[in-house]
């Protein structure tokens, strides 16, 4: 009896690490702050939201870091301008936006975005932003949902 409950436990435990360290959390930007990272300075990334139709509940912003992977996500942005800040540690960036009404979709804010959205902007590709510290950077808005509605 004792040998079966020394093995469950020890498989249990097994278990726990194995699930432990396959999962990868998401930062949100109040959770890097209270790690003590809120007194180096930050870039500043701001802009205004679209989607089509029905603006949903969920709608997630996220700044990707693309030397660590490491993603920073808020939804909080003013629900009456659609306007969004993320403030976050220097590097290079890709920003988007998804929600779970369009399952595997994301909205990059993307070369589509800069060109100004017209029918002569025909590239979807992420725009990648190199943030430095200290430094504004509006009119980032992660938006481009076009590259999925054309399919």
Not at 37 to 48: I, M, R, Y
Not at 78 to 105: M, N, V
Request: glycine share 6%.
């Amino acid at each position: 009896m004792k040998k079966t409950i020394f093995f469950l436990l020890l498989s249990m435990s097994f278990w726990a690490c194995q699930t432990a360290s396959e999962e990868q959390p998401v930062q949100t930007e109040k959770q890097e702050q209270t790690k003590g990272q809120a007194a180096a300075p930050k870039a500043t990334v701001s802009g205004k939201l679209a989607y089509p139709g029905h603006l949903p509940k969920d709608l997630t912003i996220v700044a990707r870091n693309i030397g660590t992977g490491a993603m920073m996500t808020t939804r909080e942005f003013d629900r009456s301008t659609l306007e969004y800040e993320l403030k976050l540690p220097a590097g290079q960036y890709e920003i988007f936006s998804l929600t779970q009404s369009r399952p595997g979709q994301k909205a990059y804010y993307s070369e589509y975005m800069l060109c100004g959205e017209g029918p002569n902007c025909k590239s979807h590709r992420p725009v990648i932003l190199n943030l430095e510290a200290g430094k504004n950077y509006p009119h980032i808005s992660p938006s481009d949902w076009a590259a999925f509605d054309k399919k």
